[in-house]
């Protein structure tokens, strides 16, 4: 089986600080993570992904994610948060080689405050 | 740029009604989904399809089918609409055959009121 737990349902963050987005997975064999935002009224985007390789990920609009693989974790960050960042953001696993489909948290709300 | 379209961005039907969701791919994509969206519980699977007239059940199927008669187009079927399956649907569609490390590309969303 496969899962995700992002354990904050909302974070809230001035606009020009840092901000972290938890994620914690659980798969047999090796993971492939993914980073999704939805803005309001509107699909999902991809932010980026880890398949393989350099631990640190960087993606769309600043956003860069820490592969731990001791930890499990895969934590979504950007150095300096703004307003427009404020959105619904996805965390979602899967096992590589694994006839399964993607397995989605149940996503954090990030709150940008100016 | 990739394009997923819904055929709605808003529907109310009844309870009893049957209901057609239809979905939209531009770039040749053989895989195709549909989730559901509901506050707190993130996205779930209801089916997806790997190829034409190829369907398989994802985690939550019941009450739910799917046809793929071409492979541009994925519609899912509410056979008698009930209450409990108001919710926002996600069309995706992602490159490659089985291949998990592709990303997905997501429709708009189709917001469904059951009364």
């Known amino acids: 089986a496969q899962s995700v737990a992002q354990p904050e349902d909302q974070v809230n963050v001035a606009e020009g600080n840092p901000l972290t987005v938890k994620c914690t997975y659980s798969?047999?064999?090796?993971?492939?993570l993914f980073w999704y935002v939805q803005y309001p009224n509107r699909g999902l985007q991809f932010l980026l992904k880890?398949?393989?390789?350099?631990?640190l990920v960087k993606g769309s609009y600043g956003f860069e994610a820490e592969f731990n693989k001791s930890q499990t974790s895969f934590h979504l960050k950007k150095p300096s948060a703004l307003v427009s960042d404020s959105a619904l953001y996805f965390c979602a696993v899967i096992s590589s080689g694994s006839a399964r489909q993607l397995t989605f948290g149940s996503g954090t709300q990030l709150t940008v405050l100016p | 740029d990739v394009k997923v379209t819904q055929s709605s961005r808003y529907l109310v039907k009844r309870t009893g009604e049957k209901v057609f969701l239809e979905c939209v791919q531009d770039m040749d994509h053989e895989n195709m989904f549909w989730y559901r969206q509901d506050p707190g519980l993130g996205l779930r699977l209801i089916y997806f399809s790997y190829d034409v007239k190829m369907k398989e059940k994802g985690d939550i199927p019941e009450g739910y089918s799917v046809s793929r008669e071409k492979k541009e187009r994925f519609s899912l079927i509410l056979e008698s609409a009930s209450t409990n399956q108001t919710s926002m649907y996600l069309c995706?569609?992602?490159?490659?055959?089985?291949?998990?490390?592709?990303?997905?590309?997501f429709g708009p969303g189709t917001r469904l009121t059951v009364l």
């Open positions: 880890y398949i393989t390789g350099d631990n």
């Open positions: 798969v047999s064999g090796n993971p492939y």
């Open positions: 995706a569609s992602r490159p490659g055959l089985a291949e998990g490390y592709n990303e997905q590309f």
